[in-house]
C-alpha cells in the first residue's frame, strides 16, 4: 500500500487507526532534505520537521510501519529549482498544522533511504548512478536523516531493490527511470552492456558507505539496525541430470541475486561475472 504523507498523511493515519490496519505499508515520500547551490550545502529543516512529525506520529501508534525519504518531495511542485541544497521553506504546513495537533497508539517505524527515486538535479549534473560522486552525495543525505531522525528510528534500510532499478533502468528496454539501454527504438543512449554494472557497483559503495558511516558514527547511541533490501528470482535447471543446465541456472542467480550478495558476504562478485 503506497500512500503520498506530504498530502495525505493524516487521513492515512487515521483510517489506520479506525480500520486497524496491522501490516506493513510504504509511505511514498523520501526525503531528500538538500537543493544544490554550487558548493554550498544547506539542510531544508521544515522537510526535516515533517518527517520528525510524521515519524512522532507514527510512534504512538503500535504498528510496523514503513517509511520511504523522497529526495523529490522537498521543493514546491510549480517551482523550477536550478540549485539543488539550498533551503526551501514552508513545504508542509498545512500538514504540520494538522498532525502535531493529533496522538495516535504506536507504530515502530522501518525507513528506507532510496526507493529509486533519484533527484532529477543530481541525474543532469553528473549522470546519477553512472557517477561515482553519487556516493558522497547519499552519504551527505543518508548522515542527516541518521542525526535528525536516529533518536527514534531503529530500523534503516539503504537502497530497495538495486537489481530491479539497475537492470531496468541501464539495460533492457529502459523501463525503469534514467530509461538508458542499447535498443534505439525504446532509449535516446545508454549501454546495457557497461552501464548497469558501473551504476550497479556505484549502488554497492553507497550502501557500504553509509553502512559504514552509521556503524562508526550513530549505532552505538542511537542502537539501530541498517541493511540493505536485496529482490531475486529463483532459477531452477530445465532438466536436473544435465551439467550445463545445472550451471546455468547457478549462473543466472549469480547475475541477479550474487550480482549485489556476493560482494557484500564475500567481498567480490561471483566468479560467473
Not at 36 to 44: C, E, P, R, S, Y
Not at 106 to 116: A, D, K, Q
Not at 205 to 211: C, D, I, L, P, R
Request: with cysteine.
Amino acid at each position: 500500500m503506497h500512500i503520498d504523507s506530504q498530502y495525505h498523511g493524516l487521513e492515512y493515519i487515521q483510517v489506520r487507526t479506525v480500520v486497524k490496519m496491522h501490516f506493513p505499508v510504504s509511505l511514498t515520500s523520501w526525503l531528500r532534505p538538500f537543493e544544490l547551490a554550487g558548493d554550498n550545502k544547506h539542510v531544508n529543516y521544515p522537510r526535516i520537521d515533517h518527517y520528525n512529525a510524521v515519524i512522532d506520529a507514527l510512534l504512538s501508534n503500535g504498528i510496523l510501519e514503513f517509511l520511504s525519504f523522497n529526495e523529490t518531495r522537498l521543493v514546491y511542485q510549480d517551482i523550477q529549482c536550478e540549485n539543488f541544497w539550498r533551503i526551501c521553506t514552508s513545504v508542509i504546513l498545512h500538514f504540520l498544522n494538522n498532525i502535531c495537533d493529533v496522538q495516535f497508539p504506536g507504530i515502530e517505524p522501518y525507513v528506507t533511504l532510496y526507493h529509486w527515486d533519484l533527484p532529477q538535479a543530481l541525474q543532469d549534473e553528473y549522470g546519477g548512478w553512472l557517477s561515482e560522486n553519487i556516493i558522497d552525495d547519499f552519504l551527505s543525505f543518508a548522515d542527516t536523516c541518521f542525526a535528525s531522525f536516529g533518536d527514534r528510528v531503529k530500523h534503516w534500510i539503504t537502497i530497495n531493490e538495486p537489481y530491479s532499478f539497475v537492470s531496468q533502468g541501464y539495460g533492457g528496454f529502459g523501463t525503469q527511470a534514467p530509461g538508458r539501454c542499447s535498443i534505439r527504438v525504446k532509449c535516446s543512449e545508454g549501454d546495457s552492456k557497461i552501464e548497469p554494472y558501473i551504476a550497479g557497483h556505484n549502488v554497492l559503495m553507497a550502501h557500504a558507505s553509509v553502512v559504514a558511516l552509521y556503524r562508526e558514527k550513530y549505532q552505538a547511541q542511537q542502537r539501530g539496525s541498517i541493511g540493505i533490501c536485496l529482490d531475486s528470482r529463483w532459477y531452477e535447471p530445465l532438466n536436473e541430470t544435465s551439467v550445463d543446465d545445472l550451471e546455468a541456472s547457478r549462473r543466472a542467480l549469480d547475475f541477479h541475486l550474487g550480482w549485489f550478495l556476493g560482494p557484500l558476504v564475500f567481498g567480490d562478485y561471483p566468479s560467473s561475472m
